[in-house]
């Protein structure tokens, strides 16, 4: 057996075929009526680990009272099928638009709390993932002992380099969840712990939010049966409430908020962009295409030209990052927002 058989490249394997995927333009789908927040969390409770959490997030709040904190989202929030889950359904997200980000965000000086999809990519650690990249392949046994194999030592020294400056000085905070009750319950906490901060808080919302899910007076306690012979599941879903108007309404008062929207269809990304910014009036919302996320985004902001931000030809053959690019744009409107804020006291 050739030991050198490579495993085929690693592609996304989750791609739909075009030829299947129905019209959901024909209105055979009655628009989702909105739930307002109190409707929400008075009827789904709190994790209850929640408070500890909090805990934590006001001493990192407080320990950094005088600099700039980015609550960073990333991964993708789960809606439980059952209570003992055995199915649910899943948003895609990998969690690399918000783990590199907030690297970058490290580098530019911010205290980052990283709100994160469990188990899914974390700062640093994303270098060297037990799938991609994986972290055994940059290893080699001599004389019974493990060491890293020099061709990768000074790209692997300036991670860990950088892991370790983030630890030693307090300035990253790992913060999981997994379900979309979880993700609110946490971001509706997390806005609150940051509210001493006033402008000099950031929110960059780049998790995949759920926008569906079964209210927990509804949802089965048991996994629930399939019959022999088969059996239709029917679910009846209700909308997630349009959380970003409560975070910039009350949850955030003075804070930057930036939301991401995600599409696969290039030819509404602008104005469900547009729409999202003058519905819920924060200060800039991130647009980008399932398809050429690592590549390009556009930034949609009031009263100024929608920016688009590409990698070059040459850029992205050399592997950077875009997020390289999109966090100075950002710090940049921060410091504006900051500004603006401090003159307007
Ligand atoms: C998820 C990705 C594409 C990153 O991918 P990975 O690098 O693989 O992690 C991220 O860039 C993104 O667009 N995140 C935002 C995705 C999203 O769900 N955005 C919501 C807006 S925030 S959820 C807000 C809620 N729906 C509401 O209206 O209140 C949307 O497009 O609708």
Known sequence: MDSHIKSPPTRRLSTGERENAIDRTIPLFPPAIE???????????????????ICCAQEFVSFHENNRVVLVTSGGTTVPLENQTVRFIDNFSAGTRGATSAEYFLENGYAVIFLHRQFSLLPYSRHYSHSTNCFLDFMEENDGKVLVDPKYQQEMLSVLRKYQTAKDN?????????????????????????????SRALFYLAAAVSDFFVPLHRIPEHKIQSKAGGNKLVMNLDPVPKFLNRLVDKWAPGAMIISFKLETDSS???????????????????????????????FVEPDAPVLWIRLTPEQEAAGVDIESLIIPAVVERHSAWIRESDNSV
């Open 35 to 53: 739930i307002d927040e109190h409707n929400y969390f008075d009827n789904n409770e709190p994790p209850e680990y929640l408070e500890d959490m």
């Open 170 to 198: 307090n300035l990253l905070l790992l913060l999981p969840f997994t379900t979309i009750n979880q993700y609110l319950h946490t971001l509706r906490a997390l806005s609150v712990a940051l509210q001493p901060l006033k």
């Open 268 to 298: 509404i990304l602008l104005s469900k962009a547009k729409q999202a910014l003058e519905r819920y009036s924060h200060q800039l919302v991130i647009g980008n295409l399932l398809q050429t996320r690592k590549r390009e985004v556009v």
